[in-house]
């Protein structure tokens, strides 16, 4: 078994029923001009998005927007998201969807206080940054893992270069997670998160190294997608389900997966990096067919 660092200093609440704390808790660590950042407006369809605003204004915190996120984060919105927190006083980042929003709100938080450009970390122009801004987040699609790492991949669209950081000042502070919100996904999406899950564990468990304990983690997470993948897909209320798929996408990306090991092997996650860069394609459909 090799020597190794573990750390997850995210609080992850999970469960029913945690949105309406939201503002609480970020005036908790601190908060009170807060980004709230978010997608393609499916959260407004869903009402997620009323009770977030609804929520942070009665916890008395300040409010600025920035939707538009895509399925591959652009560096293009992360790049106006930092200008709108340095702009506007900007004191915390809420992410309110999957993994592509999170990664869009660290990209943001790394470039408020950068001297230059967020990419430049990307590139590995800038090693570690000295400030970010906290961020939390409330997860609705169960997939990247993002919630709870300090990793984040954006697509510049100048050359369509897709690159990953990864910052111990990037976990979020803290994520809700209320399997709840990812009853109205369409089941393409729910398959996808289910096959970034299973990549995400499947590039642990024949990475080099051995841990017995390692190895019995990472059965037990693919067994558990095995299982609930399918029936969250055909009865997409069933809370149990969706509840497994949501704990199995945080663990299968937080490196517990990986304890003992020489990290993730990543082979096919690297090649569906540079497919998804060029074609746009959703990454946890990319990953099932490498």
């Known amino acids: 078994m090799n020597d190794f660092l573990f750390q997850i200093p995210t609080k992850l609440y999970f469960g029913k029923g945690e949105e309406p704390m939201i503002g609480n808790r970020i005036r908790e ?68 969807g999957g993994g592509s929003v999170i990664d869009s709100a660290k990209c943001i938080s790394l470039g408020v206080f950068c001297d230059g450009d967020a990419w430049d970390y990307f590139t590995g122009k800038k090693a570690a940054p000295e400030r970010v801004l906290p961020l939390c987040s409330i997860l609705t699609i169960p997939a990247a893992g993002s919630e709870g790492n300090c990793g984040s991949v954006i697509t510049n669209e100048d050359g369509n270069y897709k690159l990953g950081y990864s910052h111990p000042s990037l976990f979020p502070v803290f994520s809700i997670l209320n399997p709840e919100t990812t009853f109205t996904l369409p089941p393409y999406q729910t398959a996808a998160g289910a096959s970034d899950i299973f990549a995400h564990t499947v590039e642990r468990y024949f990475a080099e190294g051995d841990c017995y304990l390692g190895d019995k983690f990472c059965e037990g997470l693919l067994r558990s997608v095995i299982k609930y993948a399918p029936i969250a897909i055909n009865d997409p209320k069933n809370y149990d389900a969706h509840a497994e798929l949501m704990l199995a996408g945080s663990f299968s990306h937080n490196d517990t997966t990986g304890l003992g090991r020489l990290g993730m092997d990543g082979s096919c996650h690297g090649l569906e990096t540079q497919v998804s860069g060029l074609f746009d394609t959703a990454h946890g459909a990319g990953l099932s067919v490498m």
Not at 47 to 61: F, M, P
């Open 29 to 96: 660590h601190g908060g009170s001009r807060v980004l709230l950042h978010y997608g393609g407006g499916s959260i407004k369809k869903t009402g997620l998005y009323d009770n977030v605003i609804r929520y942070l204004k009665e916890a008395g915190l300040e409010v600025f927007e920035l939707g538009g996120v895509q399925p591959n984060p652009r560096l293009s919105l992360c790049r106006r998201g930092s200008e709108i927190c340095r702009r506007e006083g900007v004191d915390f980042i809420l992410a309110v």
